[in-house]
C-alpha cells in the first residue's frame, strides 16, 4: 500500500491559481470516487477541504475545488492567498474488499 | 458541534503498547454510517492511516500495522481507543483520531507519543 504521490511544493503569487496533483493507480485514486484533501498548517491538526473527488464541507471557500482524471486527482486554488500557505494533502479509499485508506506524500504550498 | 479529543501517555518505552483514548464530544459515537479513525504523522513527515472502527465494533486496519494493532470502541463512555503493541523509535508521531464517511472530518487537535528509553 504505497502512499498516494505529490508533489513536494508548490508556489504562486496572491490572486494567481495553482493545481497540486495526486497520482494513484486504478486501485486506490482511478478505481473510486472517494478521494479528499486535506489542509494542514504548522503544529495544527489537518482540515477536509475536498471530500468525494470535488465536494466542498460547509464553510470552505469556493475557491478551493477538486477534480480527477484517471488514476491523477488535482487540488485547485484560486485567488491564492496568503493565508492558503500550508501543506496540502491528498487521501484516497483503496479496496473493494474491505475499508482501507492511503494518504499522499503531501505538498507544501508556498504564498510568494 | 462534534469534538475529538485525544488522550494517553506522551512517552512509551520500546516494546511495550502504546494505548491512546479518543473522547468524542457534541454527538454520539454510536450514530450510524461513520467509522471512527486513528491517523498519524511522524515528525516533519506525511500522514499515515491506521485503522478505523464502526460503532458496531468492525475495524479495518492498515495492512502494514495489523498485526501490531487494536481499535476498540466504548459507546458507553463516547470513546475508541488505539492499542500498538511492541512500539520501536519509528512509532514516534502525532497520533490523531477523526471521524470519517468519506472524508476525515472533523479531526481531534493531535496528541505526540514519543518513543524512548
Known amino acids: 500500500q504505497s502512499a498516494l504521490t505529490q508533489p513536494a511544493s508548490v508556489s504562486g503569487s496572491p490572486g494567481q491559481s495553482i493545481t497540486i496533483s495526486c497520482t494513484g493507480t486504478?486501485?486506490?485514486?482511478?478505481?473510486?470516487?472517494?478521494v479528499s484533501w486535506y489542509q494542514q498548517h504548522p503544529g495544527k491538526a489537518p482540515k477536509l477541504m475536498i471530500y468525494?473527488?470535488?465536494n466542498r464541507p460547509s464553510g470552505v471557500s469556493n475557491r478551493f475545488s477538486g477534480s480527477k482524471s484517471g488514476n491523477t486527482a488535482s487540488l485547485t486554488i484560486s485567488g491564492l492567498q496568503a493565508e492558503d500557505e500550508a501543506d496540502y494533502y491528498c487521501?484516497?479509499?483503496?479496496?473493494?474488499?474491505?475499508?482501507?485508506?492511503?494518504f499522499g506524500t503531501g505538498t507544501k504550498v508556498t504564498v510568494l | 458541534q462534534l469534538q475529538l479529543q485525544e488522550s494517553g501517555p506522551g512517552l512509551v518505552k520500546p516494546s511495550e503498547t502504546l494505548s491512546l483514548t479518543c473522547t468524542v464530544s457534541?454527538?454520539?459515537?454510536?450514530?450510524?454510517?461513520?467509522?471512527w479513525g486513528w491517523i498519524r504523522q511522524p515528525p516533519g513527515k506525511g500522514l499515515e492511516w491506521i485503522g478505523s472502527?464502526?460503532?458496531?465494533?468492525?475495524?479495518y486496519y492498515n495492512p502494514s500495522l495489523k498485526s501490531r494493532v487494536t481499535i476498540s470502541v466504548d459507546t458507553s463512555k463516547n470513546q475508541f481507543s488505539l492499542k500498538l503493541s511492541s512500539v520501536t523509535a519509528a512509532d514516534t508521531a502525532v497520533y490523531y483520531c477523526?471521524?470519517?464517511?468519506?472524508?476525515?472530518?472533523?479531526w481531534g487537535q493531535g496528541t505526540l507519543v514519543t518513543v524512548s528509553s
Open positions: 477523526a471521524r470519517h464517511l468519506s472524508g476525515f472530518d472533523p
Open positions: 457534541g454527538g454520539s459515537i454510536s450514530s450510524s454510517s461513520y467509522y
Open positions: 472502527i464502526y460503532y458496531s465494533g468492525s475495524t
Open positions: 486504478s486501485s486506490d485514486v482511478g478505481g473510486y470516487n472517494y
Open positions: 468525494d473527488v470535488s
Open positions: 487521501s484516497s479509499y483503496t479496496s473493494s474488499s474491505t475499508l482501507r485508506y492511503v
